[in-house]
């Protein structure tokens, strides 16, 4: 490969509009999923409504994402910061039990992203050369990218690209199609992130596997570019780009999916996904390592690892699996106990992270890695900038 | 800009399930409106029900696409070979007037755009080194590129990414993509289109410009490759890669949308756009002769014109702006005429049929055009190669 460096750099995030702590987000939860029941059973006595919200919330508890893993998380939804069920946009479950069917969703998510690219790009006067908008969680054309080149009349100056529906590995096809852009002689490629999973939850579905997913995921908004090392603007630090890597784990299509359906989308995870990840990890870095020359034993030697967060547990045992001390997992660590799993915008947090502490040494090597259906494993080998 | 050399090669098509003519369409059209407004009005009289079949027919025949401009079109539904409602997948039309919500659709754009590329790559033994995935009809991960990848244990060889949700004119962005893949290294990238616009009808929506939709709108899967010239195995001829451009006009943003609602995914559309799309194509084309070194001029007397046919007279309607001879149009006619607007899969269409055009010299530029929300116009210029 004949990569020039490309640095990664320029990241801002954008809080969505709620923060709110987990032990106030797993309660509303457990309500949700009571009144989701109570209006499809239509309990008659007092008795059978509270056994219902006894049960629901006995179920979440067991199987949430606790507090002690993921402290808090954000949204950009109202409706989670009450339970008046009238009053809900989305989650108005005596009607739907499921909340809204997929199209107040997209408005919603139109609304939200909208916002996000204006208010990201409001003191910018530059215009990007190519806007690459990533997300798996809201579908919606013109996008927020479109219409904020529309509005501010780029329309000559900027290409708009979808990186849509790779789910949460998706920012490392995005810094791969900005770096092939970047290539072939673009200036600067601008990266967002908008990603609403909280949107998607549907109460109605009580599985063991639905309840890791509506406690783990949040909603996060993220932006970073991507420009040719020593050109452009002086850029103060940054992730040099150094390899990347993607495989699809033979056998495994089965162990994760992730399309549109009747209320929003919806996620399936099997209890193996990990086991899955294990197995092939090893081989995967070895590969990834070989193409900068370098081996696995000194990736877990002397970098970092920004790790996706795609279960509660996944940071933890690939640190185990690999012998990785706490220090190199921190960054990782902080942003899924912060923000919980923001799917797409998730490992861009890490990279903010990791470059904005100063303890960190510039040269120092990180090793992102991600997962998402297929199964795939992406990975991309980054050097802090000096 | 610094492009090497890109060549287009290796075009194939795989036509839907059922081909049918545009007169049998239209009846069967005119049928679901009527059955979706029975279903919703239940009318107890056969006069009544007789009223509302002649109302939808004659709107129908009124507002639909003509076999004039369109003769035929294809589609992956069995639905559309029958008016038994009973018996539909998705128009289940006495129960959802609207046809199924989206999961179905899902489920359905699964099974055939997963069965499209086990066909393509069933007598390949070469994994491509990158399959890019385009649609904006079917959101579903694992897509049928990741399950081609893992069933044909590809994992290590190939990478997929999915250019989802960017309408019409997404062969470009692609196309840019697939350039800047090679531009790093990779010898070949595969790019696969499985639209299936058909599924995404609403036949409760029954305004003008949802009329044109849905009598306009048809199913297309096509594939081809993108390598750098005289690189890899010999390509028997293609399209060199000369130029690319994709603009965002100026406050267009509610000319046209796309996006994911309750019952599949929903076009809007104002009678604007082609007035848009002729305000602002003489400095587009401008903008993009010059990348090459070329005049609008010179194109408009030398070149073939690809034109996406985003309306049914388009084509006509651009061809007669810009003073195009019958035959500069002739290819973009043919597809349209014989295959509707298959959303993105339109454009490599007429690529496809110019490159096997015996009567189309080698040397011969061609001038491709597609436009989608935003408003975006997109443009690429192509040359056949010797």
Redesign the interface.
């Known amino acids: 490969?004949?990569?020039s460096p490309v640095l990664l750099h320029s990241f801002q995030s954008q809080p969505p509009k709620h923060h709110s702590g987990q032990g106030a987000i797993l309660e509303w939860i457990a309500a949700a999923h009571a009144q989701a029941e109570i209006t499809l059973q239509k309990p008659t006595t007092d008795e059978a409504r509270e056994a219902i919200t006894r049960k629901y919330r006995k179920l979440v508890m067991r199987f949430g994402c606790s507090t002690d893993r993921i402290r808090s998380r954000n949204s950009a939804l109202d409706d989670f910061t009450h339970t008046d069920w009238d009053r809900m946009r989305i989650f108005r479950l005596k009607e739907y039990p499921s909340g809204k069917?997929?199209?107040e969703?997209?408005r919603f998510f139109?609304e939200v992203s909208g916002l996000a690219f204006d208010q990201f790009y409001a003191e910018e006067a530059d215009p990007p050369p190519v806007l690459i908008h990533v997300t798996?969680t809201?579908?919606?054309?013109?996008?927020g990218a479109?219409?904020l080149?529309?509005?501010r009349?780029?329309?000559?100056s900027?290409?708009?690209?979808?990186?849509?529906?790779?789910?949460c590995y998706a920012s490392l096809?995005a810094i791969?199609?900005a770096?092939?852009?970047v290539?072939?002689?673009k200036a600067r490629v601008d990266i967002v992130h908008t990603e609403l999973c909280t949107l998607h939850m549907d109460p109605t579905q009580h599985l063991p596997e639905q309840l890791v997913v509506q406690t783990l995921f949040a909603d996060g908004v993220i932006r970073y570019s991507a420009s040719r090392m020593g050109e452009g603007p002086p850029v103060a630090n940054g992730l040099e780009l150094i390899a990347t890597r993607?495989?699809?784990?033979?056998?495994?299509?089965d162990a994760?999916?992730?399309?549109?359906?009747?209320f929003g989308?919806?996620m399936t995870l099997s209890r193996k996904v990990p086991d899955h990840i294990r197995a092939g990890l090893g081989a995967f870095l070895d590969?990834l390592a070989a193409t900068a020359g370098l081996t696995t034993a000194q990736l877990c030697e002397a970098a970092l690892f920004a790790i996706h967060p795609g279960g509660p547990r996944i940071i933890d045992e690939i640190a185990e699996h690999l012998g990785l001390r706490p220090e190199q997992i921190q960054a990782s660590n902080a942003i899924l106990g912060d923000f919980g799993n923001m799917s797409s915008a998730t490992l861009p947090h890490v990279w903010k992270a990791i470059l904005e502490d100063g303890a960190v040494q510039p040269g120092t090597l990180i090793v992102s890695l991600a997962f998402?259906?297929?199964?795939?494993i992406s990975g991309a080998l980054l050097r802090k900038s000096a």
Chains 1, 2 share one sequence.
């Open positions: 490969m004949t990569h069917p997929c199209g969703r997209s139109r798996c809201g579908y919606v054309s013109p996008s479109q219409r080149v529309a509005k009349d780029w329309g000559q900027t290409e708009v690209i979808h990186a849509y529906h790779m789910g096809p791969r199609m770096a092939g852009f290539e072939r002689g993607e495989e699809i784990v033979p056998n495994t299509e994760m999916s992730w399309m549109v359906s009747d989308m919806l590969r998402g259906p297929g199964l795939t």
